[in-house]
């Protein structure tokens, strides 16, 4: 996260907000294997070999999994994101054997998505606001820097503008979890595992600049404010 002179923080991917070519490029290939080409390519190659299709996206779901447990080892610590993702795995394995309906197992996906989507949206009733919490664990709450960052909650556009960032993350979510189960419902298995898998990322893409940019001009804007003060 790249923090700016008024204190706004860029909500972003880990990897991204280092900065360094390496860090990106090991970004794009995580996702690339984990996320989206093995769940994919493991899907259409257990159906070509007569595999159910409950049981292929059961399988399938063995590469997300194995991505969240390399960025836990490599991280040293469990994030919320990826408590989700595996929570979604095992929502999708338990529905799959359950009831052995394909599109279950891609619908369940939307349940941690909307759930996240009204955290969001709920942590706006409470004190701090989920992406702020967010930032300031990324951080490390006993840092030098986050004891900085929280610091700046005493000021009111801060506090306005991480409340605007969580609204627009919650509905943004609440909408995704929408889309996906529409997707699922009416397009085929294989449609509706690659936009499962897909969709997020772009989300998450679309949301990081989205609040990238809206950090960018909350700093501007104080930078102003304070040169007319």
């Known amino acids: ?65 194995t991505g969240v447990a390399i960025g836990i080892v490599r991280r040293r610590r469990v994030d919320a994101i990826g408590l989700f993702v595996l929570a979604g795995i095992a929502v999708g394995t338990a529905l799959g054997l359950t009831t052995h ?67 627009v993350w919650g509905l943004a979510y609440l909408l995704e979890a929408f889309v996906r189960v529409v997707v699922v419902e009416d397009t085929s298995v294989t449609a509706g595992l690659v936009t499962s898998r897909a969709m997020p990322l772009v989300v998450a893409a679309v949301l990081s600049v989205w609040t990238a940019g809206y950090s960018v001009r909350q700093k501007r804007k104080g930078e102003r404010l304070g040169q007319r003060g």
């Open 1 to 65: 996260m790249a923090q700016t002179r008024n204190g706004d923080e860029a909500v972003r991917p880990a990897a991204w907000a280092e900065g360094r070519p390496g860090g990106r490029l090991r970004a794009v290939v995580m996702i690339a294997v984990f996320d989206i080409g093995g769940p994919v390519a493991a899907y259409s190659l257990l159906r070509a070999a007569g595999t159910s299709p409950v049981t292929a996206l059961i399988v399938s779901g063995v590469f997300p999994a």
């Open 101 to 167: 309906d394909a599109r279950l197992v891609l619908a369940e996906g939307s349940v941690p998505t909307a759930l996240f989507g009204l955290i969001c949206l709920g942590s706006l009733a409470v004190r701090r606001p989920l992406l702020f919490r967010f930032a300031l664990e990324f951080m490390g709450p006993d840092s030098g820097r986050g004891r900085e960052f929280a610091g700046l909650w005493r000021y009111e556009s801060f506090r306005r503008a991480f409340g605007v960032m969580t609204a």
